[in-house]
């Protein structure tokens, strides 16, 4: 694996942290067909970063019915999307198959 599948690997789980979806996205496209590690760790953040979605939206819903007490879950999940996306991006560079928790495989 040469250093240039590392760093697409590792953006495509930093930069997801603050563009949610859309970079994995573009990595996977882009690049699935180069690299078997590539395609993998773009596939992982971007499945994570779907699932995020859906926890926002699960918190928004939550939130209307408990009257706001919902949010408070809000600054939760936006660490825990950060602390996460940082972890699998070391790993990425590191080469190491990293696998986020609580992340629904919709992209297989």
Known sequence: MN???????LLAHILGIF????VPLMIFLIKKD??????DKSKEALN????VIIA?????????ITVGFGALLFP????GVLILGIIAGIKA????????????????
């Open 3 to 9: 250093k240039d599948a590392r760093t697409m690997a």
């Open 19 to 22: 563009t949610s979806f859309v």
């Open 34 to 39: 180069e690299d078997a590690f590539i395609a």
């Open 48 to 51: 994570f970063h779907i699932a």
């Open 56 to 64: 926002y939206f699960a918190l928004i819903v939550i939130s209307i």
């Open 76 to 79: 939760v999940l936006g660490l």
């Open 93 to 108: 560079h590191d080469r190491v198959a990293y696998r986020y928790p609580f992340t629904i495989k919709l992209i297989k």
